[in-house]
């Protein structure tokens, strides 16, 4: 039996707060909104100010421009449905937001609740079918995990997105559609097209708009706004009945030495099991699963973590960022020096990727001139001591 197309559209629609107006999106506004989410860390649900989320807004609003098909890449739970909506609302398009998980629905389905069916096409095909293609119109329709399709299905995608048009099942009509696709896969898109998980000529089709998402693990200075968030979060959809003021400093330090390899969504699961076990209004370490603790505790210990005596609230959250940057801007500069600017080194020294240490230092500010003067100074003191 086919699934209500209808029923599918209204569960996904997505609800606006009556803050995004179509102003917003004129391409004449005189401010990006990627700028503003420099400042904030909020764009359209995804947080974070780490310089790959800014990028990854900024690249957002560009391909919201245009009316152009997007390839979302991610490991699962980074988000890459949350950026497909932003996509959408920070466009001009007014139609329906759909999203279809390719993965959840067996293979055989799949092209109806695509494409669409006329009424007799299949056993069960009791009445025409539109399809979330079709139903659509004027909108997008987000692919989770499309290299799940089958290859021919994938063909008659790539067919659909270069003619825009659309053929039921059981019809010998092409209907025009108007709909952006947006797709995403958990795996290497090129690996994927090579193995033949994705065909060449559809990765080749997608290939034109990528936007990545880094894994959490490449980001952790994001994990407080992000845990801070989730607690705004659940304290919404609890509605009173309990709440959470904030999370101390010890259990802090613990979920930003953890690398979360359910990413985003792990570390929402992770809160929203704190406010069901825990036993008082702040998060502790108590709160928090053995895995992420024990992980803390065992942690290289290069880079300081606050610590503090009394838990932190939320309203001392900004504080609590702002020791713990200046605690890792000094460890990281300090690694620089002993590795004489050599940052491959210094990665060593602080026990963490060159890609952490190339963003913190970006971040920062850190300038390697001025770490190469201060140090000449120093040995020139000492030698004129001596």
């Not at 759909?98 to 959840?104: F, I, R, S, T």
């Not at 293609?133 to 499309?146: I, M, N, P, Q």
């Not at 610590?307 to 900004?318: D, F, L, N, R």
């Amino acid at each position: 039996m086919p699934i209500n197309t209808t029923a599918a559209i209204e569960e996904r629609r997505p609800q606006f707060d009556g803050n995004f107006s179509a102003s917003s999106k004129a391409a004449g506004r005189t401010e990006p909104e990627s700028a503003k989410a420099a400042a904030s860390g909020q764009f359209h649900g995804l947080v974070g100010s780490n310089a790959a989320m800014r990028r990854l807004f900024r690249r957002i609003e560009a391909v919201a421009a245009t009316r152009s098909t997007v390839l979302i890449v991610g490991e699962s739970g980074t988000g890459k449905e949350l950026v497909a909506r932003a996509i959408h609302e920070c466009g001009a398009r007014r139609g329906s937001f759909v999203a279809l998980n390719c993965a959840a629905i067996p293979r055989e389905l799949v092209e109806s609740e695509l494409f669409g069916h006329r009424r007799g096409a299949f056993s069960g095909a009791n009445a025409d079918h539109p399809g979330l293609l079709r139903a659509a119109e004027g909108g997008t329709v987000f692919l989770d995990e499309v290299t799940e399709m089958s290859p021919d299905l994938q063909a008659k995608l790539l067919r659909a997105i270069q003619e825009r048009t659309v053929r039921p099942v059981g019809s010998t009509k092409e209907i025009p559609i108007d709909v952006r696709i947006v797709a995403s896969t958990n795996r290497d898109p090129a690996e994927a097209a090579r193995s033949g998980q994705l065909r060449a000529d559809l990765y080749y089709r997608l290939q034109v708009n990528v936007l990545e998402i880094s894994p959490l693990r490449d980001r952790l200075d994001d994990v407080a706004d992000l845990a801070q968030h989730f607690v705004r979060l659940m304290n919404e959809r609890n509605e009173g009945l309990r709440s959470l003021v904030g999370i101390d400093a010890d259990a802090m330090s613990a979920l930003q030495a953890y690398d979360w390899p359910g990413n985003v969504r792990e570390l929402g699961n992770t809160i929203e099991s704190a406010l069901t076990f825990g036993t008082c209004a702040t998060v502790t370490l108590d709160d928090l699963p053995s895995r992420i603790v024990n992980a803390w505790r065992t942690a290289p210990t290069a880079i300081p973590s606050p610590t503090a005596a009394a838990p932190a609230p939320m309203a001392a959250a900004e504080e609590r960022a702002g020791s713990y940057a200046e605690f890792e801007r000094n460890a990281i500069a300090s690694a620089l020096e002993r590795a004489g600017g050599n940052k491959v080194q210094a990665a060593r020294i602080l026990k963490i990727s060159r890609k952490k240490l190339y963003d913190r230092i970006e971040r920062y500010g850190i300038s390697l001139a001025s770490l190469a003067r201060a140090a000449n100074g120093s040995r020139l003191a000492q030698a004129s001591a001596a």
